[in-house]
């Protein structure tokens, strides 16, 4: 297997990196649990090695491109953000790495941030820039959902502006950590209860924190079962999201990225409420922008 390039994607939890050819084809993949928030700085480069090792050639340098968490303050070398506006597939902020292995050149992507309202992003740029590589200019709006989902705007080509929501992470907490967490003790769901909850937080997002409890409270009184509980919690945040980021979707198609169960359930909340949106796979997503950030920087 001829190497020519190695593309990577190193998130919080996860190391994925994919073999390249010289007409950017994936040749082969691997991945491993050693996440970013799982290293110290000095560790990275040895767990990239552990992965990839029997890709590189003897005395032949091998570039290796890498997005996401590599490249936040605590990862193996901080990458400074751009400022929006911005291209996502621009080469401009590359990170070079110094490293101990002679076969390699480690360059790290930079992240994105938003000066006011303040805001920042790392890694999810990249999958913008593979949707564009995708797509051309189709979507003016971008739904990324997630721990923190990220609500993109943009203009030709560019990132304008974004809003962060900490949705998933809210639902970890509440459901894992708060008094909820007694009434979603099923892993079960109530596609119905979580449509209602949807609309029900778009129409009055004010109520959040009392529908919340709610759920607590017709526990008590034997009315929903755990099932229905879990999909009215997850309809109540992420309809609180959607009446936030009303001014992306309104009118607009999106363009959701993610992980296949995740974006499904945005797609059905915003087809419940009259909205069209598109899905695509974060893992194709992230190897397309790479890919484009290799052209742009290779000029091939």
């Not at 902020?93 to 994105?112: A, C, F, H, N, W």
Request: proline share 3%; net charge negative; glycine share 8%.
């Amino acid at each position: 297997m001829d190497t020519h390039w190695i593309a990577v994607d190193w998130g919080t939890t996860n190391l994925r990196a994919y073999a390249m050819s010289s007409e950017h084809q994936v040749l082969s993949d691997a991945q491993s649990h050693d996440g970013a928030g799982k290293l110290s700085p000095d560790e990275f480069e040895g767990a990239l090695l552990k992965l990839i090792d029997h890709w590189l050639v003897p005395d032949r340098i091998t570039s290796i491109m890498v997005c996401g968490m590599a490249g936040a303050k605590q990862g193996w070398s901080e990458a400074p953000y751009l400022q929006t506006p911005c291209l996502p597939s621009s080469s401009d902020g590359l990170k070079s790495v110094e490293t101990k292995d002679s076969r390699i050149e480690v360059s790290i992507l930079p992240g994105v941030c938003q000066q006011s309202p303040a805001d920042v992003m790392r890694g999810e740029e990249t999958q913008l820039a593979g949707l564009i590589a995708d797509t051309g200019a189709k979507f003016n709006t971008v739904c990324l959902p997630g721990t923190h989902s990220k609500w993109v705007q943009l203009q030709a080509n560019q990132i304008h502006r974004f809003n962060t929501y900490m949705t998933g992470e809210t639902f970890e907490l509440l459901s894992q950590q708060s008094i909820l967490r007694h009434e979603l003790t099923s892993e079960g769901w109530n596609q119905s209860a979580f449509l209602e909850a949807v609309e029900e937080s778009l129409n009055n997002p004010q109520q959040l924190l009392s529908d919340c409890f709610r759920i607590r409270a017709q526990g008590l009184l034997g009315k929903p079962d755990s099932a229905s509980a879990r999909a009215r919690l997850s309809g109540l945040l992420i309809g609180a999201e959607l009446a936030g980021a009303k001014s992306y979707w309104n009118n607009q198609n999106t363009a959701l990225i993610g992980d296949d169960r995740l974006v499904t359930l945005y797609a059905e909340a915003l087809t419940h409420i009259g909205a069209n949106s598109e899905i695509f796979s974060a893992q194709d997503m992230t190897l397309q922008g790479l890919i484009q950030v290799y052209k742009n920087l290779f000029n091939q």
